[in-house]
């Protein structure tokens, strides 16, 4: 199976500042990774999927890169509503796995 | 817009079963890659499943820990999927989400249905 590590684990930041999550992959796994954000209480919503294509609808501050088995996801200036947990995934193969997590909170 | 929503969660015994179903609509279900995820109170995403469209085969891949036990199906009919959790453990306890899946198009996400599975 491929192990998918995020870090950090989390991460205490300011509104305005940017932030930058990596995501790293046991082995390679081309562009199949998407990147989600949970709030408490909430489903999961699709920010970033083939690695660095932002989903319809999501703010570009959002942006991911990477290829193979190193990957970012970007947030160029955290807002209030940012505040969340970020999760990254692949689906080169089966079974599918997700990172354990990122919780950005307030500084 | 894209709308998953969950149905079937409750709470169940040791060793029983429940079937979670997924109403799909305006979008062309068919076509889709579905999957189940669920996340256990307090814990971090995991994928349980995934079933292909029918013109790509209509295949299921399952997770480890629920393979043999889980099943999941589709009836492109009804825009519903569905999970049909058999032998259910305490460790099963979760929301269960329902997903849609594309590398072209990214993922879509229900609401959430709750499973408790306890004595």
């Known amino acids: 199976d491929i192990q998918m590590t995020q870090s950090p684990s989390s991460l205490s930041a300011s509104v305005g500042d940017r932030v930058t999550i990596t995501c790293r992959a046991s082995q390679g796994i081309s562009n199949y990774l998407a990147w989600f954000q949970q709030k408490p209480g909430k489903a999961p919503k699709s920010l970033i999927y083939a690695a660095s294509s932002l989903k319809s609808g999501v703010p570009s501050k959002f942006s991911g890169s990477g290829s193979g088995t190193d990957f970012t996801l970007t947030i160029s200036s955290l807002q209030p509503e940012d505040f969340a947990t970020y999760y990254c995934?692949?689906?080169?193969?089966?079974?599918?796995?997700f990172g354990q997590g990122t919780k950005v909170e307030i500084k | 817009e894209v709308q998953l929503v969950e149905s079937g969660g409750g709470l169940v015994k040791p060793g029983g079963s429940l079937r979670l179903s997924c109403a799909a609509s305006?979008?062309?279900?068919?076509?889709?890659?579905m999957s189940w995820v669920r996340q256990a109170p307090g814990k971090g995403l995991e994928w349980v499943g995934h079933i292909k469209s029918k013109s790509e085969g209509g295949t299921t891949e399952y997770a480890a820990p629920v393979k043999g036990r889980f099943t999941i199906s589709r009836d492109d009919s009804k825009n519903t999927l569905y999970l049909q959790m058999n032998s259910l453990k305490t460790e099963d306890t979760a929301v269960y989400y329902c997903?849609?899946?594309?590398?072209?198009?990214?993922?879509?996400w229900g609401q959430g249905t709750l499973v408790t599975v306890s004595s």
């Open positions: 305006r979008f062309t279900f068919s076509s889709a890659w």
């Open positions: 995934q692949h689906y080169s193969s089966y079974p599918r796995t």
């Open positions: 997903t849609t899946e594309s590398h072209y198009s990214g993922w879509e």
